[in-house]
């Protein structure tokens, strides 16, 4: 079974960013992610005993990089994101406000 | 003193706030991005540009800016912009949350004449009467439809096949309509059948309620009969059959087709297509199987991996294409709701 590791710095890379990017791979492999001190190593092997995918670090560092760009868009827009929903849905009109239960 | 105050006066302030957003590298090009907000408004920009926004680093002043703020995925100046068009939006892409769901699903029979690999319901013998719905039963589920809020329902009856069990569907409808004097919701019914062996009392009923019938169509004789088999081997000219019947009660567009694609169905998607013209449909739905019930246990058989159906799928969209440029309307029901989405503010309830 062919077996590929990485190790990720983790102060570049916060536990939570490069497990959302592991996870991107569960549907197609094998996947773990274990803490090493300063590092964290992700490791992903073939589940049906083929090949690991050629670009498969090259596909992996850009995850980790596009799911770090997410945690600054939810860092900043965490709170905004729930009073948007509020204000907008508190302002709609059900169709019918008194339904019999 | 001047009468106008200069240019740097009205420019837009140097930060900005980024309202909620989400984005994902286009699959066939990885310096690119499609970026979208939480109303559906979206674009298509550069990687490097996605990480400049995020960073800051975007001038409020650029064209890119603009674009970006007009599609409300940032804001420069909270206290001068106003995000009362974006709440209309969210308002408007979300009001299906409003009435709650409107279709309405009533099984009445799991009773079935054919044996389809496919099935995605525990399919019965057609002498297996225990597995029809019982009376209590549908007197209970009409008092949970009535339930919902939603001024438009949608009556489907499904099986199995549910003209094993019609008395069933037409206490049902009674019961509705009569309910509905008081209720005043604006009614819609379905029933999906194969259409076989439909009677004229059954089309007189189906048509003094107004009914709509779908079935199931998955392609030319030789692909339904092998998909749909049943004792006789005559799916298909029975379908056909069961289609014009339908037709003559209830009009031309009284009468729809789903069709269900086997690992043999992505080898003839113009034939598929082609055979839906013939029989004079405007639309279609090339849909993949879906993995429930008996598809389940024979997925190693029927089914295929989602790169066959997207190879599939890119072969009928371009021969969809060229049947329409050739004068012939045809939708294809899964583009259109996609197309729906990315085009229009509002949202489309899937089914």
């Known amino acids: 079974m062919e077996r590929s590791q990485f190790t990720i710095d983790r102060a570049l890379y916060s536990d939570d960013v490069a497990a959302r990017a592991a996870h991107r791979y569960t549907g197609e492999l094998g996947v773990e992610v274990r803490s090493q001190g300063a590092n964290l190593t992700v490791g992903f092997w073939s589940l049906d005993g083929s090949k690991l995918p050629e670009d498969l670090w090259a596909r992996f560092s850009r995850d980790l990089l596009d799911e770090r760009l997410r945690a600054a868009v939810r860092s900043e827009t965490n709170g905004l994101q729930q009073e948007l929903l509020r204000a907008a849905l508190n ?10 239960v | 003193m001047s009468r106008f105050r200069p240019a740097q006066a009205f420019a837009a302030p140097s930060d900005y706030q980024l309202l909620p957003l989400r984005f994902r590298r286009l699959p066939w090009d990885h310096d690119r991005a499609f970026v979208s907000s939480m109303a559906g408004d979206w674009l298509l920009m550069k990687m490097v540009d996605v990480q400049r926004l995020v960073n800051h680093q975007l001038p409020t002043e650029s064209a890119l800016f603009a674009d970006l703020e007009a599609r409300h995925l940032t804001v420069a100046g909270t206290d001068r912009s106003s995000l009362a068009p974006l709440l209309s939006q969210i308002r408007s892409r979300k009001s299906y949350l409003m009435g709650g769901p409107a279709l309405h699903i009533f099984v009445v029979s799991l009773r079935c004449h054919h044996t389809c690999n496919y099935c995605q319901v525990s399919r ?7 597995y029809d719905m019982e009376r209590a039963h549908a007197e209970q589920a009409v008092e949970r439809l009535f339930e919902w809020p939603s001024q438009e329902l949608t009556i489907e009856f499904q099986g199995g096949e549910p003209l094993l069990n019609f008395e069933q569907v037409k206490a049902i409808t009674r019961r509705i309509v009569e309910r509905n004097r008081s209720a005043r919701r604006t009614l819609r019914f379905v029933l999906a059948s194969t259409l076989h062996d439909l009677t004229d009392d059954q089309l007189a009923f189906l048509t003094e309620h107004r009914f709509k019938l779908s079935t199931s169509l998955d392609g030319p004789e030789w692909l339904h009969n092998a ?7 005559d799916s298909y000219r029975r379908t056909v059959e069961g ?8 009009g031309d567009d009284g009468v729809s087709a789903l069709t269900t694609l086997t690992r043999q169905s992505l080898e003839v998607p113009e034939a598929i297509i082609d055979e839906y013209r013939k029989l004079g449909f405007h639309s279609i739905s090339l849909r993949p199987l879906s993995p429930y019930g008996f598809a389940t246990k024979t997925a190693r058989r029927t089914g295929y991996p989602t790169e066959d159906f997207l190879a599939f799928y890119r072969r009928a969209f371009d021969h969809l294409l060229s049947v329409n440029l050739a004068g012939y309307a045809m939708e294809e029901s899964y583009a259109s709701l996609l197309l729906s989405q990315l085009f229009t ?7």
Do not use: C, D, K
């Open chain 2, 345 to 351: 503010s509002f949202g489309r309830r899937h089914l």
């Open chain 2, 227 to 233: 998909n749909r088999p049943r004792p006789g081997r």
């Open chain 2, 124 to 130: 019965q013998e057609t002498s297996a009467t225990a």
């Open chain 2, 243 to 250: 289609i014009e019947r339908g037709r003559r009660w209830l």
């Open chain 1, 91 to 100: 302002q709609a009109q059900p169709v019918m406000p008194h339904v019999e």
